[in-house]
C-alpha cells in the first residue's frame, strides 16, 4: 500500500506538537548553574594537613597522573633520653587531569582522608599544562567540598567512636580517682590525727 502523501510531514509535526505543550528540561547552562548530585566526580580536593606522603595513591592510579616529591626531615625526641624519629615532608603534590579518568581509586585508597572529591567542573583551560593542578590549587578545592551527609540516627556507632569515647571515660575516672585521694591542703591531719608535715618519719 503506498504511503499516503503528507503523512510523515504530518507525523512531525505531531511530535512538535506534543513536545511544545510539555515542560522543558533544558538547562540554560551557563546562565543556569545546573543541580549537581551529592556524590558528583568534579575534581579532587587535597588536605594538605592529612598528607603522611605515603605513596599508595600515587602508586593505584592507573593513569599514573598523581606527582608526589618530598624529603625527610628529623624530629626530637620528646622526651630526655629518647630517640629522634625521622618524618616525610610534602614537597610537591599535584594531579594533571589532562591524564586523570575520575576513577576515585586515589581517594578510596587513601588511608588518611586526604584527598576528596569536588563537584565544581568549571576548570577547562585554553593549555592542556595548566590541567596540572599543584597542591596550592587542590587546597583551594577544599573549599568546594560539600559536607558529608549526616548519619543515621539508628545506625550503630563506629567503632573508633566508641573506642575513643571509652578511653576519654576512663581517663577522666582515673583524674577524678588521683583528685580525691589527694588531701585538701598541705599540713592536713591524716586519719591518726597527726599532722602530715615533710620530711617526718613514722616512729614505732
Given amino acids: 500500500m503506498a504511503p499516503v502523501p503528507g503523512s510523515g510531514l504530518a507525523k512531525g509535526l505531531a511530535v ?15 546562565d543556569a548553574q545546573p543541580e549537581l548530585p551529592p556524590r558528583t566526580r568534579g575534581v579532587i580536593g587535597l588536605f594538605e594537613e592529612n598528607c603522611t606522603v605515603c605513596m599508595l595513591c600515587a602508586r ?3 593513569d599514573w597522573c598523581i606527582y608526589i616529591d618530598s624529603h625527610k626531615e628529623t624530629v626530637p625526641a620528646a622526651t630526655p633520653g629518647g ?7 610534602l614537597d610537591r603534590f599535584a594531579i594533571d587531569f589532562a591524564l586523570c579518568m575520575y576513577c576515585g581509586i586515589c581517594i ?41 551527609p549526616a548519619l543515621d540516627p539508628g545506625a550503630e556507632e563506629p567503632k573508633e ?10 581517663l577522666a575516672a582515673q583524674q577524678q580517682a588521683d583528685q580525691s ?4 591542703r598541705p599540713g592536713q591531719a591524716d586519719q591518726s590525727g597527726q599532722p ?5 618519719e613514722d616512729r614505732p
Wanted: glycine share 2%; hydrophobic share 30%.
Fill in 83 to 89: 630517640r629522634d624519629r625521622s618524618r616525610n615532608v
Fill in 161 to 170: 567512636l566508641a573506642a575513643a569515647r571509652k578511653a576519654a571515660d576512663k
Fill in 196 to 200: 602530715d608535715r615533710p620530711g617526718q
Fill in 60 to 62: 593505584e592510579c592507573p
Fill in 16 to 30: 512538535t506538537l506534543r513536545t511544545m505543550t510539555k515542560k522543558t528540561v533544558t538547562v540554560q547552562y551557563p
Fill in 108 to 148: 578510596e585508597v587513601c588511608p588518611f582522608d586526604a584527598l576528596f572529591w569536588s563537584p565544581e567542573f568549571e576548570y577547562a583551560e585554553t593549555d592542556i599544562r595548566d590541567l596540572t593542578h599543584e597542591r596550592d590549587k587542590l587546597r583551594e578545592w577544599m573549599w568546594t567540598v560539600p559536607a558529608p
Fill in 181 to 184: 585521694e589527694k588531701p585538701d
